[in-house]
Structures are given as structure tokens and as C-alpha cells.
């Protein structure tokens, strides 16, 4: 059964110079970044700037956020997409027939 949602629910582009990055995007796309709270858990070395979405009245697409975070750099690598689901142990277990590989499990 295939769902009328975007699988895609979130996904994050992770830069080095935020302020470059959200100049670049707020031109190219002619919008209006925002400051995103980052979780206590995560706070120290970790901002993010949310585009523009309407997640809660569950609108088409999905949200998601530049980031920039120890660690992380642009380029390969440099971008998460977050998929969504009802159960993601579920859709895992189909991974490994479809030819691919689960790096981290459900937690």
C-alpha cells in the first residue's frame, strides 16, 4: 500500500559557513530562513536555520534545516534525509532484500 505522504519527512544540509549558506539559499529560493532550537542534548557547536514549511498542516513536501555541526562538512557525505514511516524496524527489515545495508538500527 503506498501512502499519499512524501516519504521524505526532514532532511538536513550541513555547511561550515552558515551565513553564506543561508544568504545563498534565502537568494536562490527567495525565502525567508528562521533560527530552529536545537535540542538541549545538543546544544554547544550546533546551530540550525529551518526553510520555510507547513509540516503541522501536514502540506505537501518536507521541512528541513541548514546545519552546522562539529564533525559534519558539506559536500559528499554532508546531507541527512530523514524518511518517514509508520514502524522504521519494518521498513528495515526490507532493506537488506532490496540490496542495501542498515548502518544504525532502530532506537
Request: hydrophobic share 40%.
Amino acid at each position: 500500500m503506498t501512502s499519499k505522504r512524501n516519504p521524505v519527512g526532514w532532511f538536513e544540509i550541513y555547511v561550515s559557513d552558515l551565513a553564506r549558506a543561508r544568504a545563498f539559499y534565502e537568494t536562490v529560493l527567495n525565502i525567508q530562513m528562521q533560527p530552529m532550537p536545537v535540542p538541549d542534548h545538543m546544544a554547544g557547536g550546533f546551530e540550525m536555520l529551518k526553510f520555510p514549511s507547513d509540516m503541522e498542516n501536514q502540506a505537501p513536501g518536507c521541512g528541513g534545516t541548514l546545519c552546522k555541526m562539529e564533525g559534519f562538512r558539506p559536500g559528499a557525505g554532508g546531507t541527512l534525509i530523514y524518511f518517514s514511516c509508520e514502524d522504521c524496524g519494518v521498513v528495515a527489515s526490507r532493506v537488506a532484500s532490496a540490496g542495501g545495508r542498515v548502518f544504525k538500527e532502530k532506537f
